[in-house]
């Protein structure tokens, strides 16, 4: 294995426990104001489109631009918050994590399986990835960050883009998180502002929440009831709910 890859594709070993990064507080560094113009999507990567093509065609909408929020979301938290990290992470890598990482949730793939959305999207995404011609690498760290993207604990480690698609996703879809103080405030109300209005939510909160509900109802034994009352604490979003 290249080393150059573990940073390149987000394998560093992280803390899983979020709390343990962050010590008493939202941040690391107070945020500031980001432009989403000034983070640049990699739009032009020949992977990247075709996922982005895929994604479009699969993703119900509003998945859609969850998806594409979460891309901005993280890209603010790792610029802002692990700049060691953002000089190296590939956004390539980043950006088809984000476009996957809800790849099991369509109605397809939800009951394609008896697998947890999560666990089976992360392997879809491992294949659908390799075919769209990512190095086996990336497409290993994208399948894992999915897979483990709503494992949310204190032990142990997780790679390090695995845990920024847990704080990016837990953000947009909670605004709290169960182990970081007044977690809202490690983005920027701007840049909060002006992801939410270049990607609608349209009741996003709603429609998630009913997902979560659906998948436990079809399979009572799936990750998502790791997240204990996890529908009810989606619906709660206190954060995003001037956008919803």
Request: charge should be negative; hydrophobic fraction near 40%; glycine fraction near 6%.
């Amino acid at each position: 294995m290249c080393h150059e890859e573990i940073a390149t594709n987000g394998w560093t070993s992280t803390p899983a426990n979020a709390g343990a990064i962050f010590g008493n507080r939202p941040f690391i560094n107070k945020p500031e104001p980001l432009a989403i113009k000034e983070i640049e999507f990699p739009f032009d990567d020949p992977t990247v489109a075709k996922t982005l093509k895929y994604a479009k065609e699969e993703l119900h909408p509003k998945t859609f631009n969850h998806s594409m929020r979460v891309f901005f979301y993280g890209m603010a938290i790792t610029r802002q918050q692990f700049p060691k990290q953002a000089a190296t992470l590939s956004p390539i890598t980043w950006a088809l994590a984000c476009l996957l990482h809800d790849i099991g949730s369509t109605e397809t793939n939800l009951t394609a399986t008896r697998m947890s959305f999560d666990i089976y999207g992360g392997i879809k995404a491992l294949q659908i990835l390799k075919d769209f011609g990512a190095t086996t690498d990336q497409a290993e760290a994208v399948s894992e960050a999915i897979i483990r993207h709503q494992d949310l604990g204190v032990d142990g480690t997780i790679t390090y883009v695995g845990q920024l698609i847990q704080l990016a996703t837990i953000y947009d879809n909670v605004g709290v998180h169960p182990n970081v103080k007044d977690f809202g405030q490690i983005i920027h109300e701007t840049t909060r502002t002006e992801i939410n209005e270049a990607y609608p939510r349209t009741k996003w909160c709603e429609f998630f929440a009913n997902f979560v509900r659906e998948e436990e109802t079809i399979k009572p034994w799936c990750h998502s009831t790791h997240i204990v009352n996890f529908d009810n604490i989606v619906e709660a979003n206190t954060l995003m709910k001037q956008w919803e």
